[in-house]
């Protein structure tokens, strides 16, 4: 039986509950080598299968709960990331596109889960070429620094923001909010009459609980909240995979594909050798696997979904869609996308697959005006977004 097949009935012994079986079958593939990217994927598999079955590291994978490695670390390869690999510029830069084409002269974007702002760079720039650049306005939001000064990273993310948005001679203006999403509200937001207001949502709404893990929605309750507000546009980007409602063995199977397909593309695109490439497998990804397959109840934060799903979700709570199809061909540009990568729009939003598996999807939806696609940025020297 090879490694991977291993995984799977490993997760179909614990969905039976025979426990023996399991564990001998988990002894055998935590002592498997792991040379290559595929066999330390597997390897994950098998420390959120153990994390399982001993219940233990109730906090493994959870952003909220624990901890990576040092912060410098992490930036590094999240840098890394964005270079190295088109994950990252494509949800950037499909959202900045549905954001650039708003025909607006004052804006409000609110940007929950903002983490180091790095988003937002390509649009000062894009939104600085017009003849009269719109005046923006950013409300930063995300979780409490730890430590004693919970705002630290929030203020810094600002100071770097503002400088970004000076060198552009872009009339910017910014703010941070150390408030859990589930816990935000319109007082929170200081919105403002003759401002177009954009709620971006950038791999954050699946952290939100679902009725999965409570008796009702909170996801549901936010998106309710959130279309209260009346935005103009909400930009979400997520992952593309199931990984909340599934069964576990299902569940299992469903995220090695997904997976599978990321360490794949690392594997083609970050060099072994490379000092992020650690980083980028254990941290950024390997917490995400053990928390997918290791827990449940509330203890599970990665609960992700289709863009077919997100798009029925958004639906029900009263969004009308903004095709993003249009946008197609320059944010695959944007992005670097080529070779295993491609971008294919797919009921108005954009999709990123490697090797033909979907990995991440990004939609538009608008609470004003009519449904369908934006209006092309109009006047001066606009084009896509870089």
């Known amino acids: 039986m090879d490694a991977r097949a291993r995984v799977v009935s ?19 593939l935590e002592r498997l080598p792991a040379p290559r990217a595929a066999d330390r994927l ?52 499909a959202a900045n596109a549905a954001i650039a084409a708003l025909p607006a002269t004052s804006v409000h974007v609110v940007d929950i889960g903002i983490g180091r702002g790095s988003q937002w760079p390509a649009l000062f720039e894009h939104l600085a070429r017009r003849d009269s650049p719109p005046r923006l306005r950013l409300t930063g939001v995300d979780l409490p620094a730890p430590g004693a000064d919970p705002d630290r990273v929030l203020r810094e993310v600002g100071e770097q923001l503002t400088a970004s948005a000076a060198r552009h001679a872009l009339p910017f203006s910014y703010r941070g909010l150390t408030v859990p999403m589930e816990q935000l509200h319109a007082e929170h937001l200081d919105l403002r009459g003759g401002e177009t207001l954009v709620v971006n949502l950038a791999l954050a709404l699946h952290h939100s609980p679902t009725d999965t893990t409570h008796g009702t929605s909170v996801r549901d309750q936010l998106l309710t909240r959130l279309r209260g507000w009346a935005p103009a546009l909400v930009t979400l980007t997520e992952p593309d995979a199931e990984h909340d409602a599934l069964p576990l063995t299902a569940r299992v199977r469903e995220a090695l594909t997904h997976y599978g397909a990321v360490f794949d593309a690392l594997e ?22 053990v928390n997918v397959v290791g827990f449940d109840g509330t203890q599970r934060v990665e609960r992700h979904h289709r863009h077919a799903a997100w ?53 538009a939806w608008t609470t004003t005006g009519e449904q369908g696609a934006l209006p092309q940025q109009r006047g001066g020297r606009s084009g896509s977004p870089s």
């Open 311 to 363: 798009g029925r979700r958004f639906l029900q709570a009263g969004f009308a869609p903004v095709d993003l199809g249009p946008h197609q061909a320059a944010v695959a540009a944007q992005a670097g996308v080529r070779g295993p990568a491609t971008v294919t729009a797919d009921q108005g939003m954009l999709v990123l697959a490697w090797q033909a598996t979907p990995l991440l999807g990004v939609s």
């Open 10 to 28: 490993v997760a179909s012994a614990l969905e039976a509950e025979d426990r023996a079986t399991a564990r001998a079958l988990l002894s055998g």
């Open 42 to 93: 597997d390897r994950l598999f098998a420390a959120g299968l153990r994390a399982r079955l001993d219940g233990t590291d109730g906090g493994a994978g959870n952003p909220y709960l624990s901890d990576p490695v040092d912060g410098a670390s992490m930036l590094a390869a999240f840098e890394v990331l964005r270079a190295a690999t088109p994950f990252v510029q494509f949800g950037y830069a």
């Open 268 to 289: 083609v695109l970050v060099p072994e050798g490379h000092p992020s490439r650690q980083v980028l497998e254990e941290q950024f990804f390997g917490r995400e696997i």
